[in-house]
């Protein structure tokens, strides 16, 4: 009887850490520490990547217990976990929808969704849901299925005036405008754009990147970097009382993310975290000394994809360069441009000229496009051909990408290999990004969006940032 109760009790702790396991969070800075306990001066034990996938075990105050996929754990500081929303894929149809083992529909079908089946959601990737069925990660194609919010919810907006649509969609008609810092519960969300509550109790939608989930978003919006003006000391607290838990030597890059009483919350390039007076921190440019050439896809004769309203891709990647062109000035950089106007260029010559600058990288920017308007995403490569370092143009490729996908309403379509002209005749680390689709037809509202080109601007300029400090 002892023998069974302890069994009892063995499978009730099993399956109690199994429903703990369940929560996933993802790490909302680049290269941040593991720590081996919930203090900065303990051991480290690993350094993550932006996005990384964690499964949250336990919580003590303000950390996370974690385990990443490759399964080595730590803790982590709950200010670098987001934790996304509870969320199911729902099948509004009045068909059943086949679940399956890939994003497409060559894929084995291991089950269906009846009409008015709900599952949990885990993300979407080449436009397929990612959802968890009978215990496994399978997909359901997104254009069947609708994204529904569990309970409460809260999204915060991040500018003033933001417009509060009656369809999801820059054609609807404004109901009501909001503030940043404004929140409210989300029901759902469609096509990029979240449909929110209002405080009148009815339904409005608003532009998914002009929002987040993350409390942190203060700090998190405008990461400021800054150079240690000599040796410091960095300590666990905000105080010369606190641990000295490591010292960087003076030209140490750092990101700010908080201040308390004239000190600063930094962390480092390699990832470790702790406090500094501010008295020792510099203003810096985080990308002085770095030259850029940046492609903007496409011109003169040949106009690219033209998109579902029958609008040329060479101009909006052009648009979307000079933003992403003053931005990364702004931060120090020097930029070429492969092409100032609306001319034909071809692409070996793109990737020669980055050779002949002797730039530190080359980034061609375009929008997708497919003979099937249900595509969306957005996708970033690199190539690999001529017997190049397989890691030349992918870690260019890599940090813009997770950069790229925080942004709310922006999906996964991959970081790939492929043969591309621009990338391959050059031997300067070359990336290319399809920001989005064209050929879908709310996509490519979003796509033309001043407020949309400007975010993903910013968040394509960290990633370079990100690639530099690596
Ligand atoms: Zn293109």
């Known amino acids: 009887m002892k023998k069974l109760l302890f069994l009892i009790i063995v499978i009730l702790i099993l399956s109690i850490s199994a429903v703990y396991a369940d929560t996933i969070g993802y790490t909302n800075i680049s290269d941040i520490a593991l720590y081996k306990d919930a203090d900065y001066s303990s051991k480290i034990t690993d350094v993550l990547n932006l996005n990384t996938k964690l499964e949250i075990i336990k919580e003590k105050n303000d950390w996370y217990s974690v385990r990443t996929q490759d399964g080595t754990s730590g803790w982590i500081e709950k200010y670098f976990v987001t934790v996304p929303a509870e969320r199911y894929a729902a099948n509004n149809t009045e068909y ?5 083992t890939s994003p497409t529909t060559l894929s084995k079908t291991v089950g269906q969704l009846n009409p008015g089946d709900k599952a949990k959601y885990i993300d979407t990737y080449h436009s397929w849901h990612i959802i968890e069925y009978n215990g496994n990660e399978c997909y359901v194609a997104s254009w069947l299925t609708d994204l529904e919010y569990g309970n409460s919810q809260k999204i915060y907006l991040l500018y003033d005036k933001t417009n509060i649509r009656n369809q999801a969609s820059l054609n609807g008609s404004v109901l009501a405008q909001g503030n940043r810092y404004d929140s409210y519960d989300v029901i759902s969300e469609k096509n990029g754009w979240l449909q929110i509550m209002l405080p009148d109790g009815q339904a ?7 929002t987040t989930y993350n409390q942190n978003y203060y700090s998190e919006e405008k990461l400021g970097y800054k ?9 666990s607290g905000p105080s010369a009382n606190h641990n000295k ?3 960087l030597t003076k030209g140490s890059t750092v990101k700010v993310v908080g201040s308390e009483n004239g000190w600063d919350k930094i962390v480092s390039v390699s990832g470790t975290v702790g406090w500094c007076s501010s008295d020792y921190l510099s203003e810096t440019y ?11 896809g496409h011109g003169g004769k040949d106009p690219g994809a033209i998109s579902y309203s029958g609008k040329y891709e060479k101009y909006v990647n052009m648009e979307v360069t000079l933003k992403l062109k003053s931005i990364l000035e ?3 950089a020097r930029v070429y441009m492969t092409r100032t106007g609306d001319y034909y260029i071809a692409n070996k010559e793109r990737g020669r000229m980055a050779d002949k600058l002797n730039a530190d990288i080359l980034l061609s920017i375009h929008h997708n496009s497919l003979n099937n308007s249900d595509y969306f995403g957005l996708s970033t490569y690199y190539n690999t051909i001529n017997y190049k370092d397989p890691r030349y143009g992918y870690d260019l ?9 925080t942004v709310n309403g922006v999906y996964r379509d991959g970081i790939l290999d492929r043969n591309y002209e621009v990338l391959r005749e050059t031997n300067t680390p070359a990336a290319l990004i399809e920001i989005g689709f064209m050929s879908n037809p709310q996509e490519e ?10 975010i993903m601007a910013e968040k394509i300029a960290a990633g370079i940032v990100d690639y530099f400090n690596n």
């Open 397 to 405: 490729a890599e940090a813009i990408y997770l950069n790229a996908i």
């Open 286 to 296: 985080p990308l002085s000394g770095k030259s850029i050439l940046l492609d903007p």
């Open 245 to 247: 838990v490591q010292v």
């Open 204 to 210: 409005g939608y608003v532009a998914g990147w002009i």
């Open 330 to 332: 702004s931060m120090g």
């Open 445 to 454: 509202i979003n796509i033309h969006n001043e407020s949309f080109q400007d």
């Open 227 to 235: 150079k240690t003006a000599a040796d410091l000391n960095i300590r």
């Open 96 to 100: 059943k929808i086949n679940v399956r």
